[in-house]
């Protein structure tokens, strides 16, 4: 089945406490992205891959770095989370970056940083 | 700077009734756009895809309709049933913004049996 898969679906962790937020997909998309959902504000987009090794910033990236070292991959990190990075994060991907097929999400992370 | 609304935030309609929702995006230059549905605590299900060229799309009970000139979109929604209600995003790959969904707010639906 073709699947956007994230771990952990929830977490509560501290201020401060590194933490990464696994993304996988199976279907070799060659675009990956992640998106944060805030009520009032809707989904903004934090980061995104054209490819293998090829990342860059979003409308809101302060706070998270990304790699791209395999092409089913697409970590998120919090290097320092901070209470206001409190949010449900999602990863998508899509065939190419520019490709009219659809965008696929996982079922999403909702963190909660104290 | 593309930006998305839909309208109504939120509708609550009978089971059985046929309904509209609707989306409008102020940057005509894009390359597609895409309805979701999003149910509480889920991720978001693609529903439609419309290419630029194109003027509508159906699949079941779901028709989705493009008018790029005016920067509209509407999601038809025949024959209500208590299972469609969720929210419904509507968002677009704008030429201009790159590579990002840029989504509108949502509009929350409700169908009572």
């Known amino acids: 089945e073709a699947q956007v898969t994230q771990n952990p679906r929830y977490l509560i962790t501290v201020t401060g406490k590194k933490l990464t937020v696994t993304c996988s997909q199976n279907?070799?998309?060659?675009?990956m992205s992640w998106y944060r959902q805030d009520p009032g504000l809707g989904l903004r987009q934090i980061y995104y891959?054209?490819?293998?090794?090829?990342?860059d910033k979003g409308d809101v990236p302060e706070g998270y770095k990304v790699s791209r070292k395999e092409k089913r991959n697409f970590p998120l990190i919090l290097e320092s989370p901070s209470p206001n990075q409190t949010s449900l994060y999602f990863c998508?991907?899509?065939?190419?970056?520019?490709?009219?097929?659809?965008?696929?999400f996982g079922d999403g992370t909702r963190l909660s940083i104290l | 700077k593309q930006e998305v609304t839909q309208i109504p935030a939120a509708l609550s309609v009978p089971e059985g009734e046929n309904l509209v929702l609707n989306c409008s995006f102020t940057?005509?230059?894009?390359?597609?756009l895409q309805w979701f549905r999003q149910d509480p605590g889920k991720g978001l299900t693609s529903l439609l895809l419309?290419?630029?060229?194109?003027r509508e799309q159906t699949s079941g009970r779901l028709n989705a309709s493009l008018d790029k000139s005016s920067g509209r979109s509407t999601l038809y929604i025949a024959a209500s049933q208590p299972g469609d209600s969720a929210t419904y995003l509507c968002?677009?790959?704008?030429?201009?913004?790159?590579?990002?969904?840029?989504f509108g707010k949502g509009t929350t639906l409700s169908v009572s049996s």
């Open positions: 940057d005509s230059a894009i390359y597609n």
């Open positions: 419309i290419q630029s060229s194109q």
């Open positions: 891959s054209m490819n293998v090794e090829v990342t």
């Open positions: 998508a991907s899509r065939l190419a970056a520019r490709a009219n097929q659809p965008q696929h």
């Open positions: 279907m070799n998309h060659e675009y």
């Open positions: 968002a677009v790959v704008s030429v201009q913004a790159g590579t990002a969904l840029i």
